[in-house]
């Protein structure tokens, strides 16, 4: 007998594994094979290949340019085994983008797939699209949107160095959980180099539409980056309040964003 849960009405507030229910001392067989499903599709967010030439496309009808590089990792298996491999551009990449440097930009968008192609693949485009008003706004010059295969966190910073870049902004498919293989992570670093650490980079994190959605996520980044460019660092040392009116600056919620706060 599967006994009714009294938390079952909460999950119209979230996709979180809560209220499964019971059947006797065992999971209901609906549960069972709901997490069967959401494992698989964990795996598979990992092992899908990165569909940058696709991302290209829809960045290009954005009127932004776009270049693709390759990490260290020569493939998927080096890639989940040796994870030092995905945090530096091959040599081919870094000398690709070293002949670019002289153009110095405000701003690089690194696209890396991390351990879920499919949060790249859903999530990426949309929020790109999001953020650029505000980098409008902001009078930030954005240089080439850099699609990366085979990426961790840390290549941004050796893209940012690559091109001289004043700040970089990576936007990676996070490790898939059982209820969110298409989250979406970015991490921003002012004055990007080889060799930065964790604490030096803000991370928004569960960028998509049941986690954070775009538009939250994009006046959440335009607020750390505004605040990045006034006093030149990042990391710890620069606290997100992006939820606080009394501290915004020159960019302000736009309706959909002011919205989309209202519903998080």
């Known amino acids: 007998m599967t006994l009714p849960d009294a938390w079952r009405s909460l999950t119209q507030f979230t996709d979180a594994r809560i209220a499964l229910g019971r059947s006797g001392a065992s999971l209901p067989t609906r549960e069972v094979l709901k997490f069967g499903l959401a494992h698989a599709q964990a795996r598979d967010a990992i092992h899908q290949p990165f569909d940058s030439d696709k991302v290209a496309q829809s960045l290009e009808c ?131 180099s080889r060799g930065r650490r964790d604490a030096e980079r803000n991370c928004i994190s569960n960028v998509r539409p049941e986690g954070l959605n775009w538009d939250a996520a994009a006046f959440k980044l335009a607020w750390l980056l505004e605040q990045a460019f006034i006093r030149r660092l990042s990391g710890v040392k620069l606290k997100d309040e992006s939820d606080n009116p009394a501290l915004y600056g020159r960019v302000k919620p736009h309706l959909t964003q002011v919205n989309a706060l209202r519903e998080k």
């Open 62 to 192: 954005l009127g932004l340019r776009t270049l693709t590089v390759q990490s260290a990792a020569p493939d998927r298996h080096s890639f989940l085994q040796r994870p030092d491999l995905g945090r530096q551009l091959s040599l081919e990449s870094r000398n690709q983008l070293t002949q670019l440097r002289n153009d110095s930009p405000d701003l690089v968008l690194v696209v890396g797939d991390g351990l879920s192609s499919w949060a790249v693949h859903r999530q990426a485009c949309e929020l790109v699209r999001a953020l650029l008003p505000y980098l409008s706004e902001l009078g930030i010059s954005l240089g080439p949107v850099v699609l990366a295969h085979q990426a961790r966190v840390a290549l941004a910073d050796d893209v940012g160095e690559c091109l001289h870049a004043k700040a970089v902004a990576m936007l990676i498919g996070e490790r898939p959980g059982l209820s969110s293989p298409d989250s979406l992570g970015v991490y921003m670093t002012w004055s990007p």
